[in-house]
């Protein structure tokens, strides 16, 4: 088996239970319960109708406008997966478009990511099978290789496992390890619950925003008062 051209197993993923958790949260409640340090870069955009982004990463890398790998990808797709594939970032050939997006729905996945292009945007726009990239091209792709699949990628800095989990919504992407699920999900949902009760103190008129003077008085601002 060489390195560079290679289709391994997933030996992994985050359970439905999981998924189902942190479907409900925003991403940026999880984002802050990660310390605000984890992220795939603000590129990549969801470009399907709406809706939000939840499964266990199959994990592919391409070369930049080369597809052949990910063809492989949708044909060992589980129900429920997301397929992640980093190709580079490049917007010269589009990874996906219509026809593949068909295949994937048929078999289950429940989104898709590319760090590169896709095309019938028209048709990705009009449908909610959650596709997020980092742009568009009507150019096509090639289909020579090589690639790898279910290997660690990296998109802007951000690790991605096999298995691990991605979400997604209208602020973007973020990955949360497979062995870090149980901890960051209470982290998020207790952000979640103290913003839910900040909303309805703002909306009645009590909020308390005292620590904004702490907080400078600390820094040694002047002038505050």
Known sequence: MSAGFRVLPRKRKVG???VAGFARLPV?????????????GARLRPMHQGGGLAGPALTVKAPPGDNLMVHKAIALAEP?????????????NAIIG???????AKRGVAGVVINGAIRDAGHIRGQELPVFAAG?????????????INVPIAIDGMVIEPGDLIIGDDDGLLCVPFDQTGAVFKAATAKFEAEQKQIVNIE???HDASWVDRQLRELKCENID
């Not at 594939?85 to 917007?91: E, I, Y």
């Not at 150019?139 to 020579?144: I, Q, T, V």
């Open 16 to 18: 439905e239970d999981v």
């Open 28 to 40: 940026a409640n999880v984002s802050d319960s990660m310390s605000r340090l984890t992220a795939a």
């Open 80 to 92: 429920g997966d997301i397929i992640v594939v980093d190709a580079g970032g490049d917007l010269t």
């Open 98 to 104: 219509e026809m593949m997006l068909m295949q994937m």
């Open 136 to 148: 568009v091209t009507h150019r096509g792709p090639y289909k020579n290789g090589p690639g790898e």
């Open 204 to 206: 009645a008129g009590t």
